[in-house]
């Protein structure tokens, strides 16, 4: 569709990508084109609500609409960091509220049991619009920071899964760290979206903190605890689908760079972000947009400049997967030509056609699997305990 970012199907990840996309150029000072934030706002139902992706956004939503809470949070995020869009995103906060769990959290889709993900993704949207998570309730439920807590693997916690947050409980009850959902709920639980700036610089190295009922400041602290201990053997964080024992998950590495600087500790932020620089390029070029923009939001976290990332011009290359920037003069003429010449380069490096790899295996599994797929649209894992 004119206005969106990326050729491949949009059926699972039009929303998500593109405010990804969006968000990653505002980030770095750019003007989105007017045409892809009217695409994004254009996706809007009439409840406030945001789908994965809608091919005739003319007709009204009806019950058949697949609408979702992290399609509609990621949306909030990018259009309220654009401005302009204020009655939209105050609409879709209004429907977010109103699909909280009395848990505090949100599902993947309204009525869901709530998960880590989901729930983060949610605090980032109430964030960027201005309410305060902590005051955001459903009747006398608990806060999305009650729900998140609830998901915090205490610091006993078995193995190397001290610290971590599940996505969400087992069947049983218990409690298995995820690394994909730790680094969503690292900055759930500091309040902070997915473009968070690096925190204060810890005075010392991370710890985890026992307690019987920690505060959202503390499970942020132990779950960055968790993401450096992983991180601690290798630069990179391991895929959790079945089939794919230790090859390495970009995407959610990149996530892991973002929370650990969002925390503080740029200093642990380092040597995954370094991993990223040299190894992320083929992944990038082949996985689309909304790679290109985690790598750009990772590079925003620590400080990075993402036009030198790895010796690519990451800025560029989201460019050349959309509409070009606005820009005026000679600006103008100057961006049509690099960005001409960033598609073709873009062209050479997406030799499957744009189609990215392993975008719809990756959502057979977690619907074969019966995962959350919430933030599989943008090309990571996240595995519901059994």
């Known amino acids: 569709p004119s206005g969106l970012f990326g050729r491949s199907d949009p059926t699972y990840d039009g929303v998500w990508r593109q405010s990804l996309a969006l968000l990653a150029q505002h980030t770095v000072g750019e003007r ?11 996706q809007q139902c009439a409840n406030g609500a945001f789908a994965a992706f809608r091919a005739d956004a003319t007709a009204a939503c009806d019950a058949k609409t697949m609408v979702d809470t992290n399609s509609t949070a990621a ?16 609409k ?37 619009a201005g309410r305060n998570p902590a005051e955001v309730r459903s009747g006398q439920g608990g806060s999305p920071y009650d729900a998140l807590v609830k998901l915090s693997v205490g610091c006993d916690g078995e193995g190397s899964d001290a610290g971590g947050f599940a996505y969400q409980p087992d069947k049983r009850g218990a409690l298995a760290a995820n690394a994909d959902a730790t680094a969503a ?24 903190e026992k307690a019987d009922t920690p505060t959202p400041g503390q499970a942020a602290d132990n ?14 964080l391991k895929s959790a689908l079945p089939g794919a024992k230790d090859r390495p998950d970009y995407g959610n590495t990149a996530d ?22 040299k190894n992320s390029g083929p992944w990038a070029a082949t996985s689309g947009p909304a790679a290109y923009a985690q790598l750009i939001l990772a590079a925003h976290a620590t400080g990075t400049d993402p036009r030198a990332f790895g010796g690519t011009d990451l800025v560029a290359r989201l460019g050349a997967t959309g ?43 977690g619907l074969v699997g019966g995962i959350g797929i919430g933030f599989l649209i943008s090309g990571r894992s996240k595995k519901q305990q059994p």
């Open 256 to 277: 892991a760079v973002v929370a650990l600087a969002a925390q503080g500790g740029i200093a642990e932020a380092k040597k995954p972000l370094a991993w990223l620089e």
């Open 92 to 128: 879709a906060v209004g429907w977010l509220t109103s699909v909280q769990n009395k848990d505090g959290g949100w599902g993947y889709t309204a009525g869901g049991a709530s998960d880590a993900n989901s729930t983060s993704v949610v605090v980032g949207a109430l964030a960027a």
């Open 223 to 236: 779950g960055a605890f968790h993401l450096a201990r992983l991180l601690h053997d290798t630069p990179y």
């Open 323 to 365: 509409p070009a920037v606005q820009a005026s003069g000679s600006e103008a003429s100057a961006g049509t030509k690099k960005n001409d010449q960033e598609n073709e380069n873009h062209k050479k490096d997406k030799k499957d056609g744009g189609k990215g790899v392993g975008v719809w295996w990756i959502i057979g599994v």
């Open 75 to 90: 949306a909030v995020q990018a259009l309220a960091a654009l401005g302009g869009h204020d009655t939209g995103t105050r």
């Open 185 to 208: 709920a690292v900055l759930g639980s500091l309040g902070k979206g997915l473009a968070a700036t690096a925190g204060k610089a810890l005075p010392h190295g991370y710890t985890c």
């Open 32 to 42: 989105p084109a007017a045409e892809a934030v009217d695409w994004l706002a254009g």
